[in-house]
């Protein structure tokens, strides 16, 4: 029986999420909870290689769903599970709201498929709150720009960002409750004020 808590921080490439996770892993800690950050697709040994493979080789989009699935079977055995057995807090830069949004909205995957393999892999296993950091399009792809080598779902055009900016945000209008979405198209200390009174509440009601 799950009883740790666990908050998945979803964006398009280039929202800014990761710039966010020390403040938020201190913050929860200095509640006295012991956290364990973590990463999708990876967190594990084996995930992580297939994550190389997911990042930098071409493949049909069902393999590079299967793929994500399977990475995050394992992680879920080998890390997230074991942590909320412990009553850990478990952070991961994403989970299967990407592979709604990035598969099935911008890869058009079937939404059945995956659901089954949500059922299969997760079983009841759901995040308890998802912070989306929502940006326009054209910010997501001018901060992309500007920064390191792409990867493979970076170097994707305008049409694909915007099916997978609309998927995101129809995952967050199909689950209000779970969601919270914070405009990452403010400076950096405005979109972090707000990543900070998000944790708070989070944290007021475990
Ligand atoms: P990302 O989380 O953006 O890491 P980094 O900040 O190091 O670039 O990279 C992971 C990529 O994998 C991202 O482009 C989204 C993609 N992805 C999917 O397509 N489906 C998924 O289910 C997951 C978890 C990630």
């Known amino acids: 029986m799950a009883v740790g808590k666990f908050i998945t921080l979803e964006g398009m490439d280039g929202a800014g999420k990761s710039t ?3 403040n938020i892993v201190s913050q929860i800690e200095s509640h ?7 990463r999708e697709p990876g967190g594990t040994k084996l995930a992580e290689e297939l994550r190389e493979i997911l990042l930098h080789k071409a493949m049909h989009a069902e393999t590079e769903t299967l793929l994500m699935f399977a990475a995050r079977r394992e992680h879920i055995a080998k890390v997230i599970a074991p942590a909320m057995a412990r009553g850990d807090c ?9 592979t709604y949004a990035y598969q099935a909205g ?15 892999v997760q079983d009841e296993l759901q ?13 997501s792809i001018a901060r992309l720009a500007s920064a390191r080598t792409p990867d493979k779902f970076e170097r994707e055009d305008a049409e ?10 129809a995952r967050a209008k199909q689950y209000p409750t779970r969601f919270r979405i914070i405009n990452a198209n403010q400076p950096l200390k405005t979109v972090a004020k707000e990543v900070k009174v998000t944790i708070e509440d989070f944290l007021l009601r475990i």
């Open 160 to 169: 694909f960002f915007e099916k997978l900016r609309n998927a995101y945000l």
């Open 90 to 98: 478990v952070i991961s830069d994403r989970f299967t709201d990407a």
């Open 20 to 22: 966010h996770i020390p």
């Open 106 to 120: 911008a890869k058009s995957v079937s939404v059945d498929k995956i659901t089954v393999l949500e059922k299969w």
């Open 127 to 139: 995040p308890d709150m998802t912070i989306l950091f929502d940006v326009p399009v054209e910010v």
């Open 32 to 38: 006295g909870e012991t956290v364990v950050c973590t």
